[in-house]
């Protein structure tokens, strides 16, 4: 309720008998210091012939559950009565992530947890033909078997105390990992993500300037650019994020830096048998349009590549109750 002119909101309810168990609920948040909802303090649930209306103001956010029920349409009419707008503050903006230099470490970290046949050069010649003609790629089985499997398991057996909710609910629901998680081998993945010889296999698969080739030069007749040694300045943050049903972001949701392109490296932990009609998948469109250009779904050990620029807006579509009724959710590793 965010656009000019809205002044009270209201809904005539057309339903058959209601429970709170069928979904459809229409939540009121109340406010944090900061503007945005925090906490739903209100649940209503429809009935028939009831009509309900709220005043639309800066502090006034809401939201309708999902409808949960198989057997039942939540049918109603909703709209506006307009007037002139109050004036509407604008609303914090979160701290974008402090990015990182890449960390020096042996190239047989690579050796040890990505699938050999990433090394292959006739494969990365395939990898950065097709990425540079879309700009995007997925990576299937990028971790070794063994290593994704032992992965999986670690990450079940995460405390829940360790995966801390983020919001707010205009702007995303999902968890992500916090500090006070230590676990040897998340950390190992954590370094190899960040690391310089990582660098180095993205600019293998992708042809961008990531990487001069020194981190590896001392294994292999790697090419090293002295000029371009002195320039590149490349960074990168990431966190593990965990996503079940009720998780979503919203295109508003801007994560990007302020820089003017960056490379998207996802890899996802997830069941197999993931559909699409659960949700969860992450779509891509150009600032201002409507069309999607790129949909990237969750796929079990799968390292999405996306290069786009800070006019390419990202959302991640809800997840559905299918997803859970189906014993599924989503981890995923972003840098």
Not at 255 to 262: I, L, N, R
Request: with cysteine.
């Amino acid at each position: 309720d965010e656009l000019e002119g809205r002044r009270i909101a209201f809904i005539f309810y057309l339903v058959p008998e209601w429970n709170k168990e069928d979904g459809g609920l229409l939540g009121l948040f109340n406010t944090t210091s900061d503007g945005h909802p925090g906490e739903i303090v209100q649940t209503l649930i429809p009935q028939m012939n009831t009509f309900v209306f709220f005043e639309v103001s800066p502090v006034s956010f809401h939201q309708v559950s999902e409808v949960l029920s198989k057997s039942k349409t939540r049918l109603s009419i909703n709209g506006w009565f307009h007037g002139e707008s109050p004036p509407r503050p604008s609303l914090s903006q979160r701290a974008a992530p402090v990015p990182v230099s890449p960390l020096p470490t042996t190239i047989d970290l690579l050796f040890d947890w990505v699938n050999p046949k990433y090394f292959d050069p006739e494969t990365q010649e395939q990898i950065r033909e097709n990425f540079e003609e879309e700009s995007s790629i997925e990576l299937q089985s990028f971790l070794q078997e063994d290593k994704y499997e032992k992965l999986v398991m670690e990450l079940s057996s995460v405390e829940e105390e360790h995966w801390e909710k983020k919001g707010p609910p205009n702007l995303r629901r999902l968890f992500e990992l916090n500090q006070s998680c230590s676990n040897q081998c998340l950390g190992d993945v954590e370094t190899l993500f960040k690391s310089d010889v990582f660098f180095y296999l993205l600019t293998q698969l992708t042809s961008l300037e990531l990487s001069d080739g020194s981190c590896v030069a001392e294994y292999a007749e790697a090419p090293t650019d002295e000029a371009a040694s002195s320039t590149l300045n490349p960074r990168c943050h990431g966190t593990w994020r965990r996503w079940n049903h009720g998780c979503y972001t919203l295109i508003r949701d801007t994560e990007a830096s302020e820089v003017e392109f960056c490379l998207e490296a996802s890899l996802c932990f997830t069941q197999k048998g993931w559909k699409t009609g659960y949700g969860g998948y992450s779509s891509y469109i150009a600032k201002g349009e409507d069309e999607e250009l790129l949909t990237v779904l969750p796929t079990a050990n799968s390292l999405a590549l996306v290069y786009r620029d800070k006019e390419t807006l990202q959302f991640t579509k809800y997840i559905n109750a299918s997803a859970s009724a189906n014993g599924c959710e989503k981890i995923g590793r972003a840098v």
